[in-house]
């Protein structure tokens, strides 16, 4: 059972274009949500993050958004750059037995092409 | 330069033939944990551990096993590996998961291949 979903394996864009990946998730007992970034043979790395008691978190060109009634995130990056090509993996974490469990995604690979 | 550091990078190994994965980290964080990230699956918790001599199963436990015995090593044990085991592995640690705050800092990854 598949609890966070990031329904597009892969993606491009032009770069200076906006990219927009999503993730959705089942489980309302998420609280807290985070994106990571995989450059090849690296291990991920954290990028952004957001709470539920918000709506919209931003750090520079990245922008996060959650939908709780749809229990939808999305990722914006504006402008998109090459160096942004990378695999990006949603997470949702929620309270279970004294600490947050994390659930990932599967993974959106994004294109930026020059 | 804080960091998490895994050996081997790459193995190639016989099924049946024990192998340990070691995983380090050098923040003194408290929560650690092992992931397997599959194609289509993304990354699934094998292990995870809160402290010294504390771990539990995480979603995909099954023919792994792990120890924690220092709080900056937490090696992940393949006592009969099998070609379902072939994946790309990550050790991944944290200051604590007690609250949703803080991120975890991944390994750079080690491939296995089970033939």
């Known amino acids: 059972d598949q609890q966070v979903k990031q329904n597009s394996p892969s993606l491009s864009v032009q770069e200076g274009r906006i990219s927009i990946l999503n993730c959705d998730y089942t489980n309302s007992m998420f609280d807290y949500f985070l994106w990571y970034k995989k450059y090849p043979a690296e291990g991920p790395t954290f990028l952004i993050s957001?709470?539920?008691?918000?709506d919209k978190n931003e750090d520079g060109r990245f922008t996060v958004f959650l939908n709780k009634s749809a229990k939808h995130l999305s990722l914006h990056i504006v402008p998109s750059q090459p160096g942004d090509s990378a695999v990006y993996f949603c997470?949702?974490?929620?309270?279970?037995?004294?600490?947050?469990?994390?659930?990932f995604g599967t993974g959106t690979k994004l294109q930026v092409i020059p | 330069e804080a960091q998490v550091t895994q050996n081997p990078r790459y193995l190639i190994t016989v099924t049946g033939k024990k192998l340990t994965v070691t995983c380090s980290q050098n923040?003194?964080?408290?929560?650690m944990s092992w992931y397997r990230q599959d194609p289509g699956l993304g990354l699934r918790q094998i292990y995870y551990?809160?402290?010294?001599?504390?771990?539990d199963k995480g979603d995909v436990p099954e023919g792994y096993k792990v120890s924690r015995k220092e709080k900056r090593n937490f090696p992940l044990i393949l006592e009969s590996p099998s070609p379902n085991q072939t994946s790309l592995y990550f050790c991944?640690?944290?200051?604590?998961?007690?609250?949703?705050?803080?991120?975890?800092?991944f390994g750079p990854g080690t491939r296995l291949t089970v033939t």
């Open positions: 991944a640690s944290s200051l604590y998961l007690g609250t949703p705050t803080y991120e975890q800092y």
């Open positions: 997470a949702a974490s929620a309270a279970a037995g004294g600490y947050q469990k994390v659930t």
């Open positions: 551990s809160m402290n010294v001599e504390v771990t």
């Open positions: 923040m003194n964080h408290e929560y």
């Open positions: 957001i709470s539920s008691i918000k």
